[in-house]
């Protein structure tokens, strides 16, 4: 999710684990310890999906379905849920993502 989030990502990966930079925009900018990446023998690698043919999006998204499906219905893998907004508060929360203060989903609820 970019620069701002790359030092927090470095200290929580694992050993000979590997981070993903899909997208950017908490900037795309970011310095780095380059010890703390060696020390864990971890690798940093960057994509973007826009470029990609068609015919490489959809083995990506077979791919993740097969491999991610699984772990969030056992829920080994859950999203990370920022805050839900009323509809009422739409406002509010278009703020919260223009001012990138929030981290992971937001949702919108209609009607309750």
Not at 15 to 36: E, H, K
């Amino acid at each position: 999710v970019g620069g701002a989030y790359l030092e927090g990502n470095l200290a929580c990966v694992a050993p000979r684990g590997r981070i993903v930079v899909v997208g950017v925009p908490s900037g795309s900018v970011a310095p780095i310890d380059l010890r703390a990446l060696m020390r864990r023998r971890a690798s940093l690698t960057g994509t973007v999906l826009r470029a990609r043919s068609a015919v490489e999006k959809r083995a990506l998204i077979h791919e993740a379905r097969r491999r991610l499906l699984p772990a969030m219905r056992t829920g080994r893998l859950r999203p990370v849920v920022y805050r839900h907004f009323a509809a009422k508060d739409v406002v509010q929360a278009h703020r919260a993502m223009e001012d990138n203060s929030n981290f992971g989903t937001m949702t919108l609820e209609w009607g309750s």
